[in-house]
């Protein structure tokens, strides 16, 4: 099981932290990665990290922006948005793959979180 922090709202321009914790299953073997719906449009993928943190990949829209990053001693995930824009507004998923190296394709993910709101307001 996944649980994430939950989200918030900022301004136009603030940050915000989501965090991940697996429970129940040890995830340090597993690509992470985050993903986000906003409403009425297909979730999308936002960053992902292999098992060891060693490589990490982002959607272009968030590339310099958000930093994700893993702590396998925790069983944990992180996202730091920065720069935050209103079209970042969606709800945020953490997700764990069945692979290890980094994965973008939703298909590649095993397990989900419940979510977390982020709103962007301008």
């Known amino acids: 099981q996944l649980i994430e922090s939950e989200g918030g709202s900022v301004q136009a321009g603030g940050s915000l932290r989501l965090a991940c914790t697996a429970l129940g299953r040890n995830v340090s073997n597993n690509c992470m990665g985050w993903f986000r719906q906003a409403p009425m449009k297909e979730r999308e993928f936002v960053a992902a990290?292999?098992?060891?943190?060693?490589?990490?990949d982002y959607a272009d829209s968030v590339k310099g922006r958000f930093s994700i990053s893993r702590d396998n001693t925790k069983n944990a995930l992180y996202l730091q948005m920065n720069s935050l824009k209103p079209e970042d507004t969606g709800v945020y998923y953490c997700a764990a793959s069945g692979y290890g190296s980094s994965r973008r394709s939703i298909a590649d993910y095993r397990y989900w979180g419940q979510g977390a709101q982020v709103t962007v307001a301008s």
């Open positions: 990290t292999s098992w060891n943190g060693g490589t990490t």
